[in-house]
């Protein structure tokens, strides 16, 4: 809450507010289009909400968006679901990210780096040309606008040319890592039907070589809509029969031709977690996505030519489509492909010394892992290049504030940010031009009216309520696949508050401006009417050296009772004896209230989490329920199924 931290952690210097793009942006914004010139950021947001229309028309002009055709009007229809934006507009994505390779053409759009930790660069004009050779050939297969293109890919430079490839004819791209199972890629793909695949061999991964071709030769069978199916021999294997090769598709000297299409055209198709039924297929739009990109890219996060964008992820994580946009800024963008922790915990910070990031971004669990590890960035690495620490994933605790603080540098922007797969983009976060409270987001982002609600819809401020958003955004998607009459994309965002975006997260936003996210509000912890985000509780727990991850639900109980229950997953050579029991629940009583304190502390072989990370509260929950597992939970998309075994048990055994 806002009276915790009064002091702020960081300050941005009066030099680097006047430097930041944001700055820049407010004042030839009230110079053109009637923006506050003074106030700083809270009135250039306030603005930017109540002057909708006037703020994104100021984005296109202000990064010179080339519409081949005009638009009528910047909102065509403002409701909820069902905004349109920029009707009448032709555009296309790809020819957005590419046009620094005029200017830059011999200075590097891509630093590609595995576990040797070496970059390897590729130029603007190479990224260029790649991208013009494969459009060429897409469309020589037939690939049309509206076709989906899949890729099983790692973050390999590959991956950036074939979903530019494919936006530059048209085409619709979707993506999954390679470490997913033949089973998970399938309840994605097999809803889009793509009729091409681009796919390794396999990829490796904390120093080991995983062979994909098995997974493979699956996809191929179980995908009839399938035309033509690409290789790319990771593994240095060759082409199975009636693949084609990459290199083969790669190698004309062509200029891109791009696809004008519409500005709500299909890019890409993103897939929520999934954890129960078929995973949510999201598709959004090339005009949406372009315009929501640069504005969060380059007056949010900061970004231009100068810069090097490092975030660690993966082809199946929304992040890896925002990192790609970094492109659209003209910044040169990072991919590593391995394990986050290879050799050892502090990979991360190595990278981003080799490649000279000055945005790197992570999850939230990888910093508090190095503040368990003792790993120590600024001591063993020269990161001086870095400006900016950002964390997404889940909220990044207070101790993990203070320690990149103290460890990387006290001069550091920390951006804890919060969004969504299912607008690709930031709801909250980073400001360049804001301070740092610890625990705290900096702000709502421009354009997106944030508010915090009670169950009446009654907006909320220094008080815990419903993360909603009040008006459209581009990036919300434009449908769901598969979804004819728009009900499945109406139940998971708007039954609740009819017409007003529900995202299912805890929010409090402070008196100052600022954001706390209290983790996920479908599966939020609620004792004798009092609201509770599990997030706070892992921040408590988790300081404990004896306890790795951990794990807590609530449970109504048929006689209007209420169970909840903490598992923790122990660090090696740890006991769960009285002793630590009691060190628990005293940790979880003085630092958050006795009502957090759970009614067991039970020890289990590992937490379950979604492909992308997540804690699976809601599954879990279910479970104890007594709902199958084939129901509450889509087993395609949980890391370790094994261990949900331990959860159904529990259920069955629990008086």
């Known amino acids: 809450m806002s009276t915790v931290n009064p002091q702020p952690l960081w300050q941005p210097t009066a030099e680097r507010i006047a430097e930041a793009r944001i700055t820049r942006f407010q004042a030839w914004a009230a110079e053109h289009h009637g923006a506050p010139a003074d106030g700083g950021y809270a009135a250039l947001h306030r603005w930017s909400v109540e002057e909708l229309e006037t ?53 590097p759009a891509l630093l590609h780096v595995d576990e040797t930790h070496d970059p390897r660069p590729v130029t603007w004009s190479e990224l260029r040309r790649q991208v013009g050779s494969l459009a060429a050939e897409l469309r020589a297969l037939g690939v049309r606008p509206g076709d989906r293109v899949s890729g099983y890919l790692p973050n390999i430079p590959e991956a950036v040319v074939a979903l530019l490839a494919t936006a530059a004819v048209g085409g619709v791209w979707t993506s999954c890592a390679p470490d997913f199972g033949a089973r998970s890629v399938l309840d994605r793909f097999q809803q889009v039907e793509p009729v091409v695949l681009f796919t390794v061999d396999g990829y490796r991964y904390g120093g080991k070589e995983h062979d994909r071709r098995g997974i493979v030769a699956e996809l191929r069978r179980e995908l009839p809509t399938l035309r033509a199916v690409v290789h790319i021999p990771l593994l240095g294997t060759d082409a ?57 890219l380059g007056l949010h996060c900061d970004l231009g030519p100068e810069d090097r964008f490092f975030w660690y992820t993966s082809t199946g994580w929304m992040m890896w489509n925002f990192l790609v946009s970094g492109l659209l800024t003209g910044t040169t963008v990072v991919l590593y492909d391995g394990s986050p922790g290879h050799p050892d915990t502090g990979a991360q910070w190595r990278i981003a010394e080799r490649t000279g990031a000055t945005l790197y971004g992570t999850s939230a669990a990888y910093v508090m892992a190095c503040r368990k590890a003792g790993v120590h960035p600024s001591r063993d690495h020269d990161l ?89 955004m581009p990036s919300m998607p ?87 229950p903490l598992f923790v997953h122990l660090a090696p050579g740890a006991t769960l004896d009285d002793e630590l029991t009691d060190r628990i629940r005293k940790t979880i009583r003085t630092q958050l209230s006795p009502r957090h304190v759970p009614d067991e502390i039970i020890e289990v072989p590992g937490i379950p989490h979604t492909l992308t990370g997540k804690r699976i509260e809601v599954p879990v929950k279910r479970l104890l329920q007594g709902t199958p597992l084939e129901k509450a939970v889509n087993p395609g998309s949980i890391d370790n199924l094994d261990l949900l075994a331990h959860y159904q048990e529990l259920a069955r055994t629990r008086p």
């Not at 100021?58 to 005009?70: K, L």
């Not at 009007?73 to 069902?82: E, K, Q, T, Y």
């Open 478 to 564: 434009i449908r769901f696949w598969n979804d004819p009459d728009g009900s499945r994309y109406h139940d998971s965002y708007f039954d609740t508050y009819p017409g007003v975006w529900r995202h299912g997260d805890w929010i409090t936003l402070t008196s100052r401006g600022s954001v706390v996210i209290h983790g996920r509000s479908d599966s939020t912890l609620n004792r004798q009417g009092v609201r509770m985000g599990s997030a706070d509780i892992y921040e408590a727990v988790e300081r404990l050296p004896e306890i790795k991850e951990s794990l807590v639900v609530g449970i109504e109980q048929p006689d209007g009772g209420y169970w909840m």
């Open 240 to 296: 199975p029969d009636g693949a084609l090769e990459w290199s083969a598709l790669t190698a004309a000297d062509t200029a891109p031709v791009f696809e004008q299409v519409p500005f709500d055209h299909p890019l890409w198709v993103l897939y929520s977690s999934g954890t129960t039924g078929l995973p949510k297929a999201i598709v959004q739009s090339q005009g949406g996505i372009l315009v929501e990109h640069l504005k969060q």
């Open 384 to 472: 001086s290049a870095v400006k900016c620490v950002a964390t997404t994933g889940s909220p990044l605790p207070p101790d993990g504030f203070r320690w990149l603080h103290d460890e990387v540098r006290h001069d550091l922007w920390i951006a804890s940010v919060s969004g969504g797969t299912d607008v690709c983009s930031c709801f909250a976060g980073a400001v360049p031009t804001l301070p740092v409270h610890v625990g705290e987001l900096q702000a709502p982002c421009l354009g997106t009216d944030l508010q915090s609600w009670d169950p009446a819809g009654k907006p909320l401020t220094d008080e815990v309520g419903e993360l909603v958003v009040t008006n459209p």
């Open 55 to 107: 703020f994104w028309k100021a984005v296109t002009e202000w990064f010179d968006i080339r519409f081949t055709t005009p638009y009528e009007r910047v909102l065509g229809d403002r409701s909820m679901p069902g905004a349109r934006w920029f009707p009448g507009a032709t555009l296309n994505y790809a020819e957005h990210a590419l046009r620094a390779a005029d200017s830059r053409a011999d200075e």
